[in-house]
């Protein structure tokens, strides 16, 4: 069990729906990250929150929106997807923005947009 | 811009020694990592190297860092099926986020 949990493992949406995946860490980090895998392309960093602020987004479609409450917890909330959106999105944190000790992933949350 | 290349494959039968190469381009980076990730699992941090080392070693895996041609590689003796993977390179890269390679998927034959 790694220290960040991602929820759901799994979601299937149609394009107009509305979701929103979770990340929790309790490991006392204070940056967080959303990153986008998909088979044809490496990880895509996509946002970095720093403190709870919003230090980077990579040119992400406002489709995704992420929230970061706390330090503790990150949201991505989805609307209006494409069937290219299907990916895994991993959610990572650090003590700092960089650290000797990386960034710890959760599992993923596997997405298909159909 | 930054950048970390991989191959993508390599296939190496149980028993064998695996060696899994890297190359960057920020010559900044003060660190540098390796990370596995299993089928259906997040990355998994597995080792990382200081810039001012050249070598590191922990237990069957040996990091070795050439900072002059930006060369990392990652050396895992006596290879299991159980480490079969995908394995990345990351560079710390100088603006403060991770820099991943595409990953190399690990195949272990019996």
């Known amino acids: 069990e790694t220290g960040v949990t991602q929820t759901p493992r799994h979601l299937v949406m149609g394009m107009t729906n509305k979701k929103s995946l979770k990340c929790e860490q309790h490991l006392g980090h204070n940056a967080m990250y959303w990153y986008k895998q998909s088979a044809k392309k490496p990880l895509e960093l996509m946002f970095v929150y720093n403190f709870k602020e919003q230090t980077e987004n990579n040119s992400v479609p406002s489709r995704f929106s992420p929230e970061c409450p706390n330090s503790s917890h990150l949201f991505l909330h989805l609307h209006t997807l494409q069937p290219e959106d299907s990916a895994l999105y991993l959610c990572?944190?650090?003590?700092?923005?960089?650290?000797?000790?990386?960034?710890?992933f959760g599992s993923g949350t596997r997405l298909t947009v159909v | 811009g930054e950048d970390v290349e991989q191959s993508l494959f390599l296939s190496v039968r149980e028993g064998d020694s695996s060696v899994i190469n890297c190359t960057y381009t920020?010559?900044?980076?003060?660190?540098l990592y390796w990370y596995k990730q299993e089928p259906g699992a997040g990355l998994q941090l597995l080792t990382y190297i200081f810039s001012n080392m050249d070598m590191k070693q922990d237990q069957r895996l040996t990091v070795l860092l050439n900072k002059k041609d930006k060369h990392l590689s990652l050396r895992i003796a006596d290879t299991q099926t159980g480490d079969s993977a995908i394995y990345f390179c990351?560079?710390?890269?100088?603006?403060?986020?991770?820099?991943f390679g595409k990953g190399t998927k690990l195949s272990v034959k019996p």
């Open positions: 990351a560079d710390g890269g100088s603006q403060g986020n991770l820099i």
């Open positions: 920020d010559s900044s980076s003060t660190y």
């Open positions: 990572a944190s650090s003590q700092e923005r960089q650290g000797v000790y990386g960034y710890t």
